[in-house]
């Protein structure tokens, strides 16, 4: 296992922006995909983007694509979603998983954060 430890959620107007950080603890972080997943009250847990265990490789959900970025230091064992021209529909609880596969697959991730809220007003 490898605990997960978001923070970084808050309260923003739309348009600004918010940096989610993941701390992970355990020796295999450097080889695990990691991702984020949001879950909004009454809607279904949706990816919103993922990165590979080397950093090379980035996934994003479209409705996020060009917007959001993921990134990862393997050094610090943490990976980060800087979030920019946030909008309404993207308040939700946001999740930081781990698994041994890229994908944007929630099946696919064995270990979840608590959750970190992120509200965004209109």
């Given at each position: ?24 603890s355990g020796r295999t972080f450097s080889s ?91």
């Open positions: 296992q490898v605990p997960l430890v978001e923070s970084g959620g808050g309260l923003v107007q739309a348009g600004g922006s918010l940096r989610l950080s993941c701390a992970a695990l995909a990691m991702g984020w997943f949001r879950q909004a009250p009454g809607k279904e847990r949706e990816f919103v983007a993922a990165v590979s265990w080397s950093g090379s490789n980035t996934y994003y959900h479209d409705s996020v694509k060009g917007r959001f970025i993921i990134s990862r230091d393997n050094a610090r064992n943490s990976v980060d979603l800087q979030m920019n021209s946030l909008k309404p529909e993207d308040t939700a609880v946001y999740y930081c998983v781990a698994g041994w596969t890229t994908s944007r697959e929630g099946a696919e991730y064995a270990v979840w954060g608590q959750g970190t809220q992120v509200t965004v007003s209109s």
